[in-house]
C-alpha cells in the first residue's frame, strides 16, 4: 500500500532527518498526527500573531500622532495580514508531505504548496487595497482633498495591484518566473492600449485637471452638449459625477473636460461677487423731457438726487435719464451690492425701435437661492417704478387674429 515502508526525508531545510516504518498502523498514525500537528499549527500561530499584531497596532493607534495608523486599522487592514502565517506555514509544509511514500498524501504536497502561495497572493492583495481604502479616508480629512482629490491615482494604484497579484498567481501555478511574462507584455502594448483607452485618456486627463487645479468637488460646472449644469460631487479615473440642479446625475468622461468648453463659476464663488446683467427695453415714444408736473411727482414720489430734479438742470435729463441716475444712486446705497467692482447703468445699441438700458453690477450673494431672491427683489423695483417717470416697456406687437 505504501511501498512496505513509510519513508519521511527531509532536505537541507529540514536538518536531514529521516522517518521509516513498516507498519501500516505506525503510518496511519504519523501521517494523521503530522496532518494534525501542521493545521494546529498553523491555527495556533494564527490566532497568536493576530493578537499580538493587533494589540501593537492598537495601542500605537490610540495616539494623537497616528491618524494613519488609526484609519489603517478601521479598515482592517492588520486583520487582513494575519493569514500570512498559517499560508506561509502551509506552504513549508507542502515538501514535507511531498516527501511522503504515503499514497494520496504525497500527491497533495505539491498542490497545497502552490495554493498557500496563492492564498498569500490574496492575502496581501485584500490588505493592499485596504490600505488604499484607509489612505483615501484619511486624506479626505484634509483641506486640500477638495482642491487635490486623489481618487484617480488610488484608481490607478488598485488596477497595479491587481495586475501584480495577477501576474504573481499566473507565475505561482505555471511555475515560472513573472519576468517570462512581462516580456510577452510588451507585445500586447497595443491591446491594451485599445482596451484601456477610455482609463488610460481618464487617468491623463486626471492628471492635467489635478496638476492645473482645473476642477474640485464642489465646483458648479456646466458643460454645453452633455446636459450637465450643476455641481461636481466625485472625481474619479475615467469619470466625473456632476448632480444637477433637478437632482439629475450626469457621468462626464474625464477627458471630456479637456477637449471640450466647460464654464467653472468658482471664481465667482471665491471672489465673493455674482454679476447681475440685465436689460429693461423702453417704448421709444415715451421718452421725453420732463414737465414740471412729472418732477413735481417724482419729488414727492422717490428719493431723487436733488441736483438732478433741480428746475435748472432738469432740462437737460430726459425722462429716461432721470430713471438711470435714481436706478444708478438706489443700487449704489443698496446693502447686497459689491461697491469694489464694477457697477453701472448704461444704454445698449438695440435694432429694434426700442431703448434698451441695461443693469450691470455685483451682488453679494453667490448662492443660488439667495441670489435669485435679491435679482427679483431688485428688478422688481426697477420695473414697478417705470410708470412714474412716464416711460413703458417695449414689447413685441402680436399679430392680431382675424375675426369670423
Given at each position: 500500500m505504501f511501498d512496505k515502508a513509510l519513508r519521511i526525508e527531509g532536505g537541507p531545510d529540514w536538518h536531514h532527518f529521516h522517518v521509516y516504518t513498516d507498519s501500516e498502523f505506525?503510518?496511519?498514525?504519523?501521517?494523521?498526527?503530522?496532518?494534525?500537528?501542521?493545521?494546529?499549527?498553523?491555527?495556533?500561530?494564527?490566532?497568536?500573531?493576530?493578537?499580538i499584531m493587533l494589540m501593537i497596532v492598537g495601542r500605537f493607534a490610540r495616539q494623537e500622532q497616528h491618524k494613519w495608523l488609526r484609519a489603517a486599522e478601521r479598515h482592517k487592514v492588520f486583520h487582513r495580514l494575519a493569514p500570512l502565517v498559517p499560508a506561509a506555514i502551509l506552504y513549508a509544509a507542502g515538501p514535507l508531505?511531498?516527501?511522503?511514500?504515503?499514497?494520496?498524501?504525497?500527491?497533495?504536497?505539491?498542490?497545497?504548496?502552490?495554493?498557500?502561495?496563492?492564498?498569500?497572493?490574496?492575502?496581501?492583495?485584500?490588505?493592499?487595497?485596504?490600505?488604499?481604502e484607509s489612505v483615501s479616508e484619511r486624506y479626505s480629512h484634509f483641506p486640500v482633498s477638495n482642491e487635490r482629490p486623489i481618487k484617480s491615482f488610488l484608481q490607478i494604484?488598485?488596477?497595479?495591484?491587481?495586475?501584480?497579484?495577477?501576474?504573481a498567481v499566473?507565475?505561482?501555478?505555471?511555475?515560472?518566473s513573472p519576468a517570462y511574462f512581462l516580456t510577452g507584455v510588451s507585445a500586447m502594448t497595443a491591446l491594451f492600449i485599445i482596451i484601456f483607452r477610455d482609463s488610460l485618456l481618464g487617468f491623463v486627463a486626471s492628471i492635467q485637471l489635478t496638476a492645473y487645479d482645473m476642477l474640485r468637488v464642489g465646483d458648479w460646472i456646466e458643460v454645453p452638449g452633455y446636459v450637465a449644469d450643476g455641481e461636481v460631487i466625485d472625481i474619479a479615473l475615467n469619470t466625473i459625477k456632476v448632480q444637477n440642479f433637478d437632482n439629475s446625475i450626469v457621468m462626464l468622461p474625464s477627458y471630456v473636460l479637456l477637449t471640450n468648453s466647460v464654464k467653472n463659476w468658482r471664481g465667482m464663488t471665491e471672489?465673493?461677487?455674482?454679476?447681475?446683467?440685465?436689460?429693461?427695453?423702453?417704448?421709444?415714444?415715451?421718452v421725453r423731457?420732463?414737465?414740471?408736473?412729472?418732477?413735481?411727482?417724482?419729488?414727492?414720489?422717490?428719493?431723487?438726487?436733488?441736483?438732478?430734479?433741480?428746475?435748472?438742470?432738469?432740462g437737460r435729463h430726459t425722462n429716461l435719464g432721470l430713471y438711470r441716475l435714481y436706478l444708478t444712486a438706489h443700487f449704489r446705497d443698496h446693502p447686497a451690492?459689491?461697491?469694489?467692482?464694477?457697477?453701472?447703468?448704461?444704454?445698449?445699441?438695440?435694432?429694434?425701435?426700442?431703448?434698451a438700458l441695461e443693469i450691470y453690477l455685483y451682488l453679494d450673494k453667490t448662492g443660488w437661492?439667495?441670489?435669485?431672491?435679491?435679482?427679483?427683489?431688485?428688478?422688481?423695483?426697477?420695473?414697478?417704478l417705470v410708470p412714474l417717470f412716464g416711460l413703458r416697456c417695449w414689447q413685441p406687437q402680436c399679430p392680431s387674429t382675424p375675426q369670423s
Open positions: 505506525v503510518a496511519v498514525l504519523i501521517v494523521v498526527a503530522l496532518l494534525l500537528a501542521i493545521l494546529f499549527a498553523s491555527a495556533i500561530c494564527y490566532y497568536v500573531t493576530r493578537r508531505l511531498s516527501s511522503l511514500t504515503f499514497p494520496m498524501i504525497a500527491a497533495l504536497g505539491h498542490p497545497l504548496a502552490l495554493l498557500a502561495a496563492c492564498y498569500m497572493v490574496y492575502t496581501l492583495l485584500r490588505a493592499a487595497l485596504a490600505f488604499l494604484a488598485t488596477i497595479l495591484f491587481y495586475v501584480i497579484a495577477l501576474i499566473v507565475s505561482v501555478l505555471l511555475e515560472r471672489s465673493g461677487g455674482r454679476r447681475v446683467k440685465h436689460a429693461i427695453h423702453f417704448d421709444v415714444d415715451t423731457f420732463p414737465d414740471e408736473a412729472l418732477l413735481e411727482q417724482l419729488r414727492r414720489e422717490i428719493d431723487l438726487p436733488v441736483a438732478a430734479l433741480a428746475s435748472g438742470h432738469a451690492v459689491r461697491h469694489d467692482m464694477p457697477m453701472l447703468i448704461r444704454q445698449l445699441q438695440s435694432s429694434q425701435p426700442v431703448v437661492e439667495a441670489y435669485e431672491n435679491l435679482l427679483s427683489d431688485m428688478l422688481d423695483h426697477a420695473y414697478g
